[in-house]
């Protein structure tokens, strides 16, 4: 069983360019997010989406874009990639609505210079 | 504003029983979780706490006190692959994670 799949692994980025993260989920979970982890930081939830169809703002959503066409995937796209949004990505799911035990990916390590 | 608070870092040694406190301030509470995270890897759940009270699992137990707004992670019988850091999230009155930087814990043989 996978679970989730995040491509890719590593990034290394130029300013300004496009870069959408793939997430994909085997478990057929309703709910997927999308999360930044910085050191010194909690996990920031950027955007959400409580079923296929549906996306909703987190906590810094500024800079990114998500959709959610149907129920395993969930892409995140840096439209203008800028140097602060040098980061680990997680792409998570549960089953249902928060609150409920998040199953995250490996991880996106994306650095742009 | 929401805050967790949780130690940066501490160090235990191996066999000895270590506590991981944690306290919050949310716009309301729809329980608390605890994670661990291995350097260089996902988050994986360890517990969930909505009620007042302790909740064993193993070596872990999680204790709740919503009244004076804490939590605490207990590991006994540590062992050297407890080594990781330890994620403390509540979840708030709009059903949104809140997340604590987190705890990094170091055992030493």
């Known amino acids: 069983i996978a679970g989730i799949t995040q491509a890719p692994t590593s990034q290394i980025l130029a300013a300004g360019r496009r870069m959408t993260l793939r997430c994909t989920q085997d478990?057929?979970?309703?709910?997927m997010y999308w999360y930044r982890q910085d050191l010194g930081l909690g996990l920031r939830l950027i955007h959400y989406?409580?079923?296929?169809?549906?996306?909703g703002k987190g906590e810094v959503p500024d800079g990114y874009s998500v959709s959610r066409a149907n129920t395993d995937d969930f892409p995140l796209t840096l439209a203008s990639a800028v140097p602060s949004q040098t980061s680990v990505y997680f792409c998570?799911?549960?089953?249902?609505?928060?609150?409920?035990?998040?199953?995250f990916g490996e991880g996106s390590r994306l650095t742009v210079l | 504003g929401q805050n967790i608070d949780q130690p940066t870092e501490m160090t235990a040694t191996e066999g000895a029983i270590v506590q991981i406190n944690c306290t919050y301030q949310?716009?309301?509470?729809?329980?608390l979780f605890w994670y661990q995270q291995h350097a260089g890897e996902a988050p994986t759940f360890l517990s969930y706490?909505?009620l007042d009270g302790l909740e064993e699992k193993g070596r872990f137990s999680s204790f709740l006190s919503r009244s004076k707004g804490y939590s605490y992670l207990l590991l006994k019988e540590l062992q050297m692959k407890d080594s990781a850091s330890y994620l403390c999230?509540?979840?708030?009155?709009?059903?949104?994670?809140?997340w604590g930087a987190g705890t990094k814990l170091i055992i030493k043989p």
């Open positions: 999230a509540v979840a708030d009155s709009n059903y949104q994670l809140i």
């Open positions: 949310t716009s309301g509470f729809n329980g």
């Open positions: 706490n909505v």
């Open positions: 989406s409580n079923t296929a169809g549906t996306t």
């Open positions: 478990m057929r979970h309703n709910a």
């Open positions: 998570a799911s549960s089953e249902g609505r928060a609150p409920q035990e998040l199953f």
